[in-house]
């Protein structure tokens, strides 16, 4: 009895728990990246996917002159030690598209909508050239060690049926999201420039009577913007694989995990990457074997017991998004600050 | 000369003229307050004092220097300080955070002037960890006030500070300004509770319609008949 | 309608544009590139009502081009018969439970008189259990018709009517569509609504994609019935040999020409009455008022004006439009592919077109469909070119050189990118812009 509950615990662990960690970790630092322009420039910017796409790029090239040269990590994914660079270079893009773009609006005060067309323009473009560079098709990047811990290992360990595997780019993804999380954290609460930020999103006009410059808080915002962007990106693409095109339909969980946290609002961020990367999850699981580890006797149900085919996943972040806005639209942190 | 001054200042919004050959000015030490009927353009002038409003015509001096092109940030550098009527806190952040903000562009220790603003305002000092959105009325004035002090002003400007709050605060609020006026900085401000507000001040002007109608010190515009029937509520 | 001097001359250049590709790439080519361009320009026509006229941000074009492929199957294809006796009775019954859950829903939400946690619990509740009773039936009604040959067929067909009729039910299947989607998501910011409608345009094609028994999903439908007649046919007919003799071009060549020429014939009523409608509605009270309250919602909304409901209005007629247009994209393709929905071909392209062509002016829109469609296609011989070009110095092997050719087709998007921001930057109202009344 008590076995079948572990093994049916070990399942959903194994399904759901595990993944559920590691993709709401992947779409928190996305729903950062967004929320920070949003809080900051205060539009949406849909083209946060390809900026993360495009981090993810510059990480894959400089992956594989480092692998073709031999140097790695050992059991880790070499791609780490192409992060940095991946990170310089998409801070280097956000800073220059907003030199070349953005702030020009910002100076004549466009609305948001404004904003919004741009960063499709910015979307199109980018798209073009992450194909131009690197192609259409999936990549390959990810090499060390593939497992933590590999499912027949977790048997052993514990005698159950069911098996345990935590894939090394789901710990690493889980272990950068919290550094990540807790230095930007720690740099808005704590130091002078990340309160500036702060104030300067909370109420602007007081920001500029305080002296805070506000093109420094936009350019500072950027910077994390985009080093958020490549890793969120990266991370992504270790754990599911590399492919142009997956980046532009993550923009929709994305704002839904923004949205739902309450837009604006980085504990929102994170909050929101998690609600929706588990319900996503747990909707589109498959009861079918909790359910006959937990009824007694060896009665399996005929069905799936799924409550939606997991080719409607994105259906899921877009009923959350709809639920909170209809009953709480400013979201569970009521966002609109940082 | 007065310390900062605003002389025959014109000027509006959209080409249309709010102020006309308007002169306001504060010396330092002082309390000068400037009243008037709604519309009387009281927040105009104020505004266009601190380069809020371009004008026209007419020009700021500060210390005898013209600082009429200079812009709002530059005049804080200046020794400007400035509290806007409305949304003059920081609601996400703390207290504390508030009046660091409020000194950000110093470079220097701030510590003993934020433990002058906390002695000037204590209830701040009780409250610093809370956010400054959940105070009441007249403790955000508090923080909108010590924010500004928080560059250590020559010159203190308020735009209605005591708006909204209850008549006890605001005698409360009156007491500190003539408190912070003692140290030696100048405090020019628009009320709208003229009564109480010329009693403390060295120097008041009525504005009508964007012009000076009287000027002269508090105590002599409160006695004045016809101030007091057209202004003031007999 | 201002057909200035400068809009006859940019309109010219277009056709001038198509014969040059007539001329120097094939007739065919340009006649593909035009009726692209007539259905770009219905697209664009639809976007710029929702835009152009209201302030309306809709980034689900691409759902509603796929609900008009959808009524392209649903009108034309044959029934299934088979299918139906299989699990149609069933999988309607499914539906119509899944619609009164959705009904209650809403019921429910709206007439309860009780605290806000136990609506939402009372809601959700029905809703959970309304799902569970139409999988309850809708599963096994699939799982039959699914299995009825599901190499040729596998789905439950359509009403077997001419596919010209789609046009009008795939408008239909767009406004109800919007007419939901507006009804959630109207009253909130600009940029909400622009989310929303990204996401339900991607949740329309994963239905489509999923929902084999009634799409076929991407197995996709093919052979679509055609309104015009067929190249073999035409060329049995002996009028077409003495034409293609007397113009001297092959018999082949010749009745694939007529082929397209009926379609952008037919297209072409489509634009032009849609054109002419927008117009009329554009100039009407009706028209001032959108405007109005576009231009300033607060004050619009102060002088009684129902601007959520005017909002609803016309987002679901320029949805309506757009649906149209997809009907007559799965006409003109023959199939329907649900697969080949991608957001920055169908939704954002779109929004290139009226942007570019000038947002509020129907007429700028539809030459906006014209230059970025034809620029599209155009793109690719181009940039190709253009590589060519430029790696015409590199060795025959050069792994750079075949790395710029072989992706040289990606330059359209980044060139549509760049095209978008340069005529916001410097020409933010458009080829032709909005006339100000």
């Known amino acids: 009895m008590l076995i079948d509950l572990l093994n049916a615990l070990a399942l959903i662990g194994n399904f759901v728990v595990v993944p559920g960690i590691a993709y709401g970790s992947q779409l928190a630092l996305g729903a950062l990246g967004v929320t920070m322009v949003y809080a900051v420039l205060r539009f949406s910017n849909f083209a946060h996917g390809e900026t993360m796409s495009f981090g993810a790029m510059v990480t894959i090239l400089v992956t594989w002159a480092l692998q073709a040269h031999g140097f790695g990590l050992g059991p880790l994914p070499t791609a780490l030690l192409a992060l940095p660079v991946g990170m310089i270079v998409t801070i280097g893009l956000c800073l220059g598209t907003d030199r070349l773009i953005y702030r020009y609006y910002r100076e004549k005060k466009a609305v948001p909508v404004t904003y919004l067309i741009v960063s499709v323009g910015v979307l199109f473009f980018l798209s073009g050239l992450i194909r131009f560079i690197i192609g259409p098709k999936d990549q390959v990047f990810a090499d060390g060690e593939r497992f933590i811990m590999k499912a027949r290992a977790f048997k052993e360990m514990t005698g159950l049926d069911q098996g345990l595997a935590i894939k090394t780019s789901q710990g690493i993804t889980v272990i950068t999201a919290v550094v990540i999380v807790a230095l930007l954290f720690w740099f808005l609460n704590r130091t002078r420039t990340g309160k500036s930020m702060r104030a300067y999103s909370d109420n602007e006009d007081l920001a500029l009577l305080s002296g805070i410059n506000p093109e420094r808080v936009v350019m500072i915002t950027w910077i994390i913007t985009g080093a958020l962007a490549a890793i969120a990106g990266t991370l992504y693409g270790l754990d599911k694989g590399y492919k142009p095109f997956t980046y532009l339909g993550l923009v929709l969980p994305i704002f839904a995990s923004a949205i739902v946290g309450g837009v604006g609002n980085p504990l929102g961020a994170i909050a929101g990457g998690f609600v929706i990367a588990f319900s996503e999850l747990l909707v589109t699981f498959a009861y079918k074997r909790v359910v006959g580890y937990l009824t007694p006797g060896d009665w399996v149900p005929d069905g799936l017991v799924q409550l939606l085919s997991t080719d409607y996943k994105l259906a899921v972040s877009f009923f959350i998004l709809v639920i909170v806005l209809l009953i709480k639209p400013t979201g569970i942190f009521s966002g609109k600050t940082l | 000369m007065t310390y900062l001054a605003g002389e025959g200042m014109c000027g509006g919004y959209g080409g249309v003229d709010i102020l006309h050959q308007c002169s306001i000015g504060v010396d330092k030490g002082e309390v000068a307050v400037v009243v008037g009927p709604n519309g009387a353009g009281k927040s105009t002038a104020m505004k266009a004092v601190f380069g809020m409003l371009e004008l026209r015509e007419g020009q700021v001096t500060m210390d005898g220097q013209d600082i009429s092109h200079l812009k709002p940030e530059q005049r804080v550098q200046l020794g400007m300080g400035f509290v806007p009527q409305s949304a003059n806190v920081f609601t996400s952040m703390t207290v504390q955070e508030n009046l660091e903000m409020g000194a950000f562009i110093r470079r220097d220790d701030i510590s003993e002037t934020m433990s002058g603003v906390y002695e000037l305002f204590p209830v701040l000092r009780e409250k610093r960890r809370q956010l400054a959105g959940e105070l009441s009325g007249g403790q955000r004035q508090q923080v909108a006030v010590g924010r500004a002090l928080m560059t250590q002003p020559k010159v203190l400007m308020l735009d209605e500070p005591t708006a909204g709050v209850s008549p006890m605060v605001m005698d409360e609020l009156f007491d500190r300004i003539i408190e912070i006026a003692r140290t030696g900085i100048a405090i020019l401000m628009v009320e709208q509770n003229a009564r109480q507000a010329l009693s403390i001040a060295d120097r008041g002007y009525v504005l009508v319609q964007g012009r000076n109608r009287y000027t002269d010190t508090g105590t002599a515009l409160l006695a004045n008949i016809e101030v007091r029937k057209a202004f003031l509520g007999g | ?437």
């Open chain 3, 1 to 437: 309608m201002n057909w200035s001097l400068k809009n006859v001359l940019l309109f010219a250049g277009m056709g001038v544009l198509l014969i040059l590709v007539g001329t120097m790439q094939s007739w065919n080519v340009a006649l593909a590139i035009l009726n692209m361009c007539l259905i770009s320009a219905v697209m664009a026509l639809g976007v710029n009502i929702q835009w152009g006229y209201a302030g309306l941000f809709n980034a689900g074009v691409m759902g509603f081009t796929a609900l008009g492929g959808l009524a392209a199957i649903v009108i034309s294809v044959a029934p299934v018969p088979a299918a139906w006796d299989a699990g149609g009775a069933r999988a309607i019954l499914g539906l119509l439970a899944g619609l009164a859950t959705i009904a209650g829903g809403i019921w429910l939400w709206k007439k309860l008189r009780v605290s806000k946690t136990a609506r939402i619990w009372l809601t959700a509740l029905l809703a959970v259990s309304g799902y569970g009773l139409m999988r309850l039936i809708l599963d096994p009604a699939v799982d039959a018709i699914e299995a009825v040959e599901p190499a040729l067929t596998g789905f439950l067909g359509g009403f077997g009517l001419p596919i010209m009729f789609s046009w009008i039910v795939g408008g239909l299947f767009a406004a109800i569509v919007a007419w939901a989607i507006g009804k959630v998501a109207l009253g909130l910011r600009s940029d909400y609504l622009a989310i929303a409608t990204l996401g339900i345009s991607e949740i329309i094609i994963y239905f489509l994609k999923n929902e084999d028994w009634l799409t076929r999903g991407v197995k996709n439908v093919n052979g679509l019935p055609r309104p015009v007649p067929y190249e073999i046919d035409l060329q049995g007919a002996l009028w077409l040999h003495d034409l293609a003799a007397w113009v001297g071009i092959p018999v082949v060549e010749a009745s694939s020409l007529i082929v397209k020429l009926n379609y952008a014939a037919l297209f072409l009523v489509v634009l032009v009455a849609i054109f002419w409608l927008s117009e009329r509605a554009l100039k009407s009270p009706w028209g001032r008022m959108m405007r109005a309250i576009r231009d300033n919602e607060i004050a619009a909304g102060a002088m009684g004006k129902n601007v959520t409901g005017r909002h609803l209005q016309v987002f679901v007629l320029g949805s309506a439009v757009i649906g149209i247009a997809g009907a007559m994209l799965a006409t003109l393709d023959g199939q329907f592919t649900p697969a080949s929905y991608q957001p920055l071909r169908f939704t954002f392209l779109v929004w290139v077109m009226v942007i570019v062509g000038g947002s509020g002016n129907n007429l700028g829109s539809i030459l906006g469909g014209f230059v970025i469609w034809f620029f599209w296609i155009e793109a690719e011989p181009i940039g190709l070119a253009l590589m060519n070009f430029v790696t015409s110095g590199m060795a025959l092997d050069s792994p750079l050189r075949l790395h710029l050719l072989e992706n040289a087709a990606h330059t359209r998007l980044m060139t549509m990118g760049l095209v978008l921001l340069l005529v916001l930057r410097f020409s933010p109202r458009g080829l032709i812009p909005e006339v100000k009344r």
